[in-house]
C-alpha cells in the first residue's frame, strides 16, 4: 500500500482548500464526541452488571437456511482460494508495473481494505471467505489429516506475530509493492498456514496463530449478523443485532489480544503518519543512525518507527486502564480490565481503516477492471470490452474524501463511547462509579478523534 | 508501599524524568546543536529546570539506596516486600506522564515564543523516542525501590525501636536492681525493726484492744 500511495496517494494529488481552518474541525470533532457522552451517560447509562451489556437480537430464519447450505462456504471458498491463486500466479508471472499487476490491487484493495471493510459492515467474511480452511477441508476429506502435535498454550501471541509480519510488509519493507515479493508472501503464507493446521490441528491454527482469522474474527464482531452454532460448529441460528455490540462479548482475557487490538490501531496510524511531513523528518534526522545499515536501514528505521508507535499506543492505554480503575474505585484485574476495553477501540480501528483506505476503495479499486483483459501483460486480449475501462471519479473529490472521513472517525468513536460506557457498566459495581470511570476513557477517544483527524487531513487537505 | 503512596511517588518522578527525556529527544533531534538550542532563547530556563530534576532523581535514588542498605546492615538480611508493582502499569503510568508533560512543555515553549506548534506526530514520535528509554529505567528504579523503601524504613523502625525498647529495659533494670533491694531493706527494716522501735506503744495496736 504504501508504493500504491505512491503512485496515487490518498486523494491523488488533489488538495482541498478547507473552508474553515482545521483546527475547527477538529475541535468540532472532538466536542461530537464528548456530546455523545453526554447523550449516552443520559440514555443509556443506568445499567450495571451483566444486564449492562445485554442487547437485543432477532433470528432471521431466512438468513439461517441459507447459512445452514453448503453454498455460501462453496463460493467464498472458491473466491477465497481463486484470489489467492490469482495473486500467487500474477504476482509470480505478471507485469512487475505494480500497477499493472492484479497482485497488487487483489492484495491491498480487495481483502485488505475492502474485505475488512465489508467484514465490519456485514458480519465475519472470512470464515467463509478463508482459502487455506477450504484448502484444508478438501484435503482433509480425501486424506484424512490428525494432528501431530497439541499447540502450546501461547494464547494469541502467534497471530500478533504474523499480523506484525504482515504489517511489516505493507508498510516497512518498502517491497509492497513489487508483485513478486507480494506473491512469495502469499505462496509462504500458505503453507505457513497449512503446515500449522496440519501440525496442530485446524481450528487451533486458525484461533490462535493465523492472523486474519484473528483479526476478521474481532472485526466481525462489530457487524450485525451473528451465528449461534452448536458444539461441532455447525450454524445453528442467524441473527441480527446492531453494529458493534457484539464486541461487547469479547471472549477470553489476555495480553495477546490487548496487544493485538492495539497492533490493529498502531499500524493504522503508523501507515497515516508516514504519509505526513513529520515522519520525513523524523528519518532524515535520525539518518546517521540507520544509513550505516545500508539496505536494511530503511527497513530497520521504518520498523523501528513502527514499534516505537506500538508501544507509545500500548503504555498510554494501559495508563488510561489505571486511571479508569482508580475511578472505578475498584481493586479489578488490569489484564481483564484492558482486554474488555480494549475491545471498544474496533471501531475506531475499523473506521480509521475505511476512512483511510477511502479512496482506494472507491477509486483505485477500478483499476483492475482492465487489467482483466490482459492478467499477466502478455498482450491477451481476453475481455476487450474492459480494456479500456477508465475509473470513475466521481466519490474521489478531495473534499467529498474529507467529509466521509470526518463524518467516519466521528462516528467511529462516539460508538466506542458508547460500547466503552456499557463496558463500564459491567464492569464497575455501580452506575456512578462506572460514569467515573469513563472520563479518562472520554479524554483518551477525543484526544485520539482529533489525532486521527489531522493525521488523515494532511495529505487531502490545503490551507484552512 | 501503598497506593496513594506509589501514586504519588510516580507522578513526582514522571514530572522529574521528563526533563530528562527532554534532553534525550532533543541530543537525538538536534544532535550538537542540542545544548545551545536547550539553553537559549525560550528554553533558557531549561538548564536550571533540567539540573534541578536530575538532581533531585539522583538525591531520591541515594536516599533510598541509603535506606535499603542502612536497613539490611542493621537486619542483617535482605531487605524485600512480599507485593512490588506491575512493572508494565509503572512503565505505562511513568511514560504517559513524562510524554504528557514533554507534550505541554513544547506547546508552551512554542506558544512563549511566538513559533508555530509542534505537529502530533512529531511530539509522539520525538516524545516516545526521548521519554520511552527514561520511563524504561525509571520504572525499573521505581519497582525497585518501591518493593524496598518502605520495607527498608519499617525494618529500621523496627531496630530503632527494640534499640529504644532495650534501652529503657536496660535503664529500668539497672534501676530495678538496685531498687529492689533498697525496697526490700526498707520494708524489712520499716516491718522488721525500726517501726517495731518507733511505732506505737503495743498497748495502743487495735490488735492489741
Same mark, same amino acid.
Given at each position: 500500500?504504501?508504493?500504491?500511495?505512491?503512485?496515487?496517494?490518498?486523494?491523488?494529488?488533489?488538495?482541498?482548500?478547507?473552508?474553515?481552518?482545521?483546527?475547527?474541525?477538529?475541535?468540532?470533532?472532538?466536542?461530537?464526541?464528548?456530546?455523545?457522552?453526554?447523550?449516552?451517560?443520559?440514555?443509556?447509562?443506568?445499567?450495571? @452488571?451483566?444486564?449492562?451489556?445485554?442487547?437485543?437480537?432477532?433470528?432471521?430464519?431466512?438468513?439461517?437456511?441459507?447459512?445452514?447450505?453448503?453454498?455460501?462456504?462453496?463460493?467464498?471458498?472458491? *473466491?477465497?482460494?481463486?484470489?489467492?491463486?490469482?495473486?500467487?500466479?500474477?504476482?509470480?508471472?505478471?507485469?512487475?508495473?505494480?500497477?499493472?499487476?492484479?497482485?497488487?490491487?487483489?492484495?491491498?484493495?480487495?481483502?485488505?481494505?475492502?474485505?475488512?471493510?465489508?467484514?465490519?459492515?456485514?458480519?465475519?467474511?472470512?470464515?467463509?471467505?478463508?482459502?487455506?480452511?477450504?484448502?484444508?477441508?478438501?484435503?482433509?476429506?480425501?486424506?484424512?489429516?490428525?494432528?501431530?502435535?497439541?499447540?502450546?498454550?501461547?494464547?494469541?501471541?502467534?497471530?500478533?506475530?504474523?499480523?506484525?509480519?504482515?504489517?511489516?510488509?505493507?508498510?516497512?519493507?518498502?517491497?509492497?509493492?513489487?508483485?513478486?515479493?507480494?506473491?512469495?508472501?502469499?505462496? @509462504?503464507?500458505?503453507?505457513?498456514?497449512?503446515?500449522?493446521?496440519?501440525?496442530?490441528?485446524?481450528?487451533?491454527?486458525?484461533?490462535?496463530?493465523?492472523?486474519?482469522?484473528?483479526?476478521?474474527?474481532? *472485526?466481525?464482531?462489530?457487524?450485525?449478523?451473528?451465528?449461534?452454532?452448536?458444539?461441532?460448529?455447525?450454524?445453528?441460528?442467524?441473527?441480527?443485532?446492531?453494529?458493534?455490540? @457484539?464486541?461487547?462479548?469479547?471472549?477470553?482475557?489476555?495480553?495477546?489480544?490487548?496487544?493485538?487490538?492495539?497492533?490493529?490501531?498502531?499500524?493504522?496510524?503508523?501507515?497515516?503518519?508516514?504519509?505526513?511531513?513529520?515522519?520525513?523528518?523524523?528519518?532524515?534526522?535520525?539518518?546517521?543512525?540507520?544509513?550505516?545499515?545500508?539496505?536494511? @536501514?530503511?527497513?530497520?528505521?521504518?520498523?523501528?518507527?513502527?514499534?516505537?508507535?506500538?508501544?507509545?499506543?500500548?503504555?498510554?492505554?494501559?495508563?488510561?486502564?489505571?486511571?479508569?480503575?482508580?475511578?472505578?474505585?475498584?481493586?479489578?484485574?488490569?489484564?481483564?480490565?484492558?482486554?474488555?476495553?480494549?475491545?471498544?477501540?474496533?471501531? *475506531?480501528?475499523?473506521?480509521?481503516?475505511?476512512?483511510?483506505?477511502?479512496?482506494?476503495?472507491?477509486?483505485?479499486?477500478?483499476?483492475?477492471?482492465?487489467?482483466?483483459?490482459?492478467?499477466?501483460?502478455?498482450?491477451?486480449?481476453?475481455?476487450?470490452?474492459?480494456?479500456?475501462?477508465?475509473?470513475?471519479?466521481?466519490?474521489?473529490?478531495?473534499?467529498?474524501?474529507?467529509?466521509?472521513?470526518?463524518?467516519?472517525?466521528?462516528?467511529?468513536?462516539?460508538?466506542?463511547?458508547?460500547?466503552?460506557?456499557?463496558?463500564?457498566?459491567?464492569?464497575?459495581?455501580?452506575?456512578?462509579?462506572?460514569?467515573?470511570?469513563?472520563?479518562?476513557?472520554?479524554?483518551?477517544?477525543?484526544?485520539?478523534?482529533?489525532?486521527?483527524?489531522?493525521?488523515?487531513?494532511?495529505?487531502?487537505?490545503?490551507?484552512? | 508501599?501503598?497506593?496513594?503512596?506509589?501514586?504519588?511517588?510516580?507522578?513526582?518522578?514522571?514530572?522529574?524524568?521528563?526533563?530528562?527525556?527532554?534532553?534525550?529527544?532533543?541530543?537525538?533531534?538536534? !544532535?550538537?546543536?542540542?545544548?545551545?538550542?536547550?539553553?537559549?532563547?525560550?528554553?533558557?530556563?531549561?538548564?536550571?529546570?533540567?539540573?534541578?530534576?536530575?538532581?533531585?532523581?539522583?538525591?531520591?535514588?541515594?536516599?533510598?539506596?541509603?535506606?535499603?542498605?542502612?536497613?539490611?546492615?542493621?537486619?542483617?538480611?535482605?531487605?524485600?516486600?512480599?507485593?512490588?508493582?506491575?512493572?508494565?502499569?509503572?512503565?505505562?503510568?511513568?511514560?504517559?506522564?513524562?510524554?504528557?508533560?514533554?507534550?505541554?512543555?513544547?506547546?508552551?515553549?512554542?506558544?512563549?515564543?511566538?513559533?508555530?506548534?509542534?505537529?502530533?506526530?512529531?511530539?509522539?514520535?520525538?516524545?516516545?523516542?526521548?521519554?520511552? +528509554?527514561?520511563?524504561?529505567?525509571?520504572?525499573?528504579?521505581?519497582?525497585?525501590?518501591?518493593?524496598? #523503601?518502605?520495607?527498608?524504613?519499617?525494618?529500621?523502625?523496627?531496630?530503632?525501636?527494640?534499640?529504644?525498647?532495650?534501652?529503657?529495659?536496660?535503664?529500668?533494670? %539497672?534501676?530495678?536492681?538496685?531498687? %529492689?533491694?533498697?525496697?526490700?531493706?526498707? #520494708?524489712?527494716?520499716?516491718? !522488721?525493726?525500726?517501726?517495731?522501735?518507733?511505732?506505737? +506503744?503495743?498497748?495502743?495496736?487495735?490488735?492489741?484492744?
Amino acid at each position: 500500500m504504501v508504493s500504491l500511495a505512491g503512485i496515487f496517494w490518498h486523494g491523488f494529488g488533489q488538495r482541498y482548500d478547507l473552508p474553515a481552518p482545521l483546527a475547527l474541525y477538529l475541535f468540532a470533532a472532538g466536542g461530537v464526541v464528548v456530546v455523545s457522552f453526554v447523550l449516552v451517560v443520559m440514555f443509556a447509562g443506568g445499567q450495571v @452488571g451483566p444486564k449492562a451489556v445485554a442487547y437485543p437480537r432477532r433470528a432471521v430464519p431466512l438468513l439461517t437456511r441459507i447459512a445452514q447450505t453448503p453454498w455460501p462456504r462453496v463460493v467464498g471458498s472458491l *473466491i477465497g482460494v481463486l484470489g489467492l491463486a490469482a495473486v500467487i500466479i500474477t504476482g509470480q508471472f505478471g507485469s512487475t508495473d505494480n500497477d499493472r499487476n492484479p497482485a497488487e490491487y487483489l492484495t491491498w484493495i480487495y481483502f485488505w481494505a475492502a474485505t475488512l471493510i465489508l467484514s465490519g459492515l456485514i458480519g465475519n467474511l472470512w470464515s467463509w471467505l478463508n482459502p487455506w480452511a477450504a484448502i484444508y477441508d478438501v484435503v482433509n476429506r480425501y486424506i484424512r489429516i490428525s494432528p501431530v502435535w497439541k499447540l502450546p498454550n501461547l494464547g494469541i501471541w502467534p497471530a500478533v506475530g504474523t499480523y506484525f509480519a504482515f504489517a511489516c510488509l505493507e508498510l516497512t519493507s518498502g517491497m509492497a509493492n513489487r508483485p513478486l515479493i507480494v506473491a512469495i508472501a502469499a505462496a @509462504g503464507y500458505t503453507i505457513v498456514t497449512l503446515a500449522g493446521m496440519a501440525l496442530f490441528g485446524r481450528d487451533e491454527w486458525l484461533d490462535h496463530g493465523e492472523a486474519f482469522t484473528v483479526l476478521f474474527g474481532i *472485526i466481525g464482531k462489530f457487524g450485525p449478523v451473528e451465528a449461534e452454532r452448536d458444539e461441532l460448529g455447525r450454524i445453528t441460528t442467524v441473527c441480527l443485532r446492531p453494529w458493534g455490540v @457484539g464486541l461487547l462479548r469479547s471472549g477470553g482475557a489476555g495480553w495477546d489480544r490487548v496487544v493485538f487490538v492495539v497492533l490493529m490501531l498502531s499500524t493504522l496510524a503508523f501507515d497515516g503518519i508516514e504519509a505526513t511531513e513529520s515522519w520525513q523528518n523524523f528519518t532524515v534526522t535520525l539518518e546517521p543512525l540507520w544509513l550505516p545499515l545500508g539496505a536494511w @536501514g530503511f527497513f530497520a528505521i521504518r520498523t523501528a518507527g513502527l514499534v516505537l508507535l506500538t508501544g507509545a499506543f500500548l503504555l498510554i492505554f494501559i495508563a488510561f486502564m489505571e486511571l479508569v480503575l482508580y475511578f472505578g474505585n475498584r481493586r479489578a484485574d488490569l489484564m481483564t480490565t484492558a482486554t474488555a476495553f480494549a475491545f471498544t477501540l474496533v471501531p *475506531i480501528a475499523l473506521v480509521y481503516n475505511a476512512a483511510h483506505n477511502y479512496s482506494y476503495v472507491v477509486v483505485q479499486s477500478q483499476g483492475l477492471i482492465p487489467l482483466l483483459d490482459d492478467p499477466l501483460g502478455k498482450g491477451w486480449h481476453l475481455l476487450p470490452a474492459l480494456a479500456g475501462y477508465k475509473p470513475s471519479f466521481v466519490l474521489a473529490q478531495a473534499s467529498t474524501v474529507w467529509f466521509a472521513q470526518l463524518v467516519l472517525i466521528v462516528v467511529g468513536h462516539v460508538i466506542a463511547v458508547y460500547l466503552s460506557h456499557l463496558k463500564a457498566g459491567e464492569t464497575f459495581r455501580t452506575a456512578q462509579r462506572a460514569l467515573l470511570s469513563q472520563y479518562p476513557m472520554l479524554l483518551l477517544m477525543v484526544m485520539y478523534t482529533m489525532t486521527s483527524l489531522w493525521i488523515l487531513a494532511q495529505p487531502i487537505t490545503a490551507g484552512g | 508501599m501503598n497506593r496513594r503512596r506509589l501514586a504519588i511517588a510516580a507522578a513526582a518522578l514522571g514530572l522529574v524524568a521528563s526533563q530528562a527525556g527532554h534532553l534525550l529527544a532533543y541530543e537525538l533531534r538536534f !544532535g550538537t546543536a542540542a545544548p545551545h538550542i536547550q539553553s537559549t532563547g525560550v528554553h533558557a530556563y531549561f538548564p536550571l529546570v533540567a539540573k534541578t530534576a536530575l538532581g533531585a532523581i539522583a538525591a531520591a535514588l541515594v536516599a533510598g539506596l541509603v535506606l535499603v542498605g542502612l536497613a539490611r546492615i542493621l537486619s542483617g538480611r535482605r531487605v524485600r516486600s512480599d507485593s512490588e508493582p506491575s512493572y508494565v502499569s509503572l512503565l505505562a503510568i511513568l511514560f504517559s506522564l513524562q510524554l504528557a508533560t514533554f507534550a505541554v512543555q513544547e506547546i508552551a515553549e512554542a506558544l512563549v515564543a511566538g513559533a508555530s506548534l509542534m505537529s502530533a506526530p512529531d511530539l509522539l514520535l520525538w516524545g516516545t523516542l526521548g521519554q520511552l +528509554p527514561v520511563a524504561l529505567i525509571a520504572a525499573s528504579g521505581l519497582q525497585w525501590l518501591s518493593a524496598r #523503601v518502605e520495607s527498608a524504613v519499617g525494618l529500621i523502625r523496627d531496630v530503632v525501636r527494640a534499640a529504644l525498647r532495650k534501652t529503657r529495659a536496660t535503664t529500668s533494670a %539497672a534501676i530495678a536492681a538496685h531498687a %529492689a533491694p533498697d525496697l526490700a531493706l526498707l #520494708v524489712s527494716r520499716v516491718a !522488721g525493726s525500726s517501726l517495731a522501735k518507733r511505732g506505737p +506503744p503495743s498497748s495502743l495496736r487495735i490488735s492489741s484492744i
